[in-house]
């Protein structure tokens, strides 16, 4: 987990505020993810970039944004949080030739 | 559509006795398959992975797993749990044939609670 870090672990906020989370990696992968997850759904594909200039919505793109500043920072925003947005969110990187996702430790969202 | 499934959200061992989480899947192609575990308060750490070749996969901790095509298949295994196993699992696949700019969308199972009792 120390390869891909993630701030703040956690948040409360309210609704209708902004929110970003931040996530680094010194892994040097190209590759990165923001996943959802949520008790009982698994997890949920928000966005995925495969290097800056590279950018795709993923299965749960509505109501997020995100930014790729550099190969090894990519973060996640709410323009204006909403209580379903509750989650548990997940950074992920992975390089070009291997499938495998290396997760970091989470950020607990909370809005009310 | 690819998708995965975890029959069991719970299943309870008792340390010392072998494990099996189930994983089934679905795919139009030949599956690319995946083992995650998450502990308390982390994030998903790999465990092993199936591409190819022998059907019977080693990987982290001393778990293993086996790809069964004929019943679309991928449970996971250990031959003597260990109360550290205690954690939550997740399947996931990759389907090759799913290309889409570049990206073959990888798709988790709902996860399953692994109780392991001393």
């Known amino acids: 987990d120390a390869d891909v870090t993630q701030t703040p672990r956690n948040r409360i906020t309210k609704t209708g505020k902004r929110i970003m989370l931040e996530c680094s990696q010194t892994?040097?992968?190209?590759?990165m993810y923001w996943y959802r997850q949520d008790p009982g759904l698994g997890l949920q594909l928000i966005y995925y970039s495969f290097d800056v200039k590279d950018i795709n919505k993923g299965e749960i793109s509505d109501g997020y944004s995100v930014s790729r500043q550099a190969q090894a920072k990519f973060s996640l925003s709410l323009e204006s949080a909403i209580p379903n947005q509750t989650a548990l969110y997940f950074c992920?990187?992975?390089?070009?030739?291997?499938?495998?996702?290396?997760f970091g430790p989470g950020t607990r969202l909370t809005v009310l | 559509a690819q998708s995965v499934a975890q029959p069991e959200d719970q299943v309870n061992v008792a340390e010392g006795n072998p494990l099996t989480v189930k994983c089934t899947y679905s795919v139009s192609g030949n599956p690319y398959l995946f083992w995650y575990v998450q502990y308390p308060n982390r994030g998903l750490q790999f465990l092993l992975k199936y591409i190819t070749g022998d059907n019977l996969v080693k990987g982290s901790y001393g778990f293993e797993a086996e790809f069964n095509k004929s019943q679309t298949s991928f449970h996971l295994k250990k031959p003597s749990a260990l109360v550290s196993d205690s954690a939550l699992y997740f399947c996931?696949?990759?389907?090759?044939?799913?290309?889409?700019?570049?990206?073959?969308?990888?798709?988790f199972g709902t996860g399953t609670k692994l109780q392991v009792i001393p």
């Open positions: 992920a990187t992975s390089d070009l030739t291997t499938d495998t996702q290396y």
């Open positions: 996931a696949v990759r389907d090759p044939a799913s290309h889409r700019g570049g990206y073959q969308k990888v798709t």
């Open positions: 892994k040097g992968h190209d590759r």
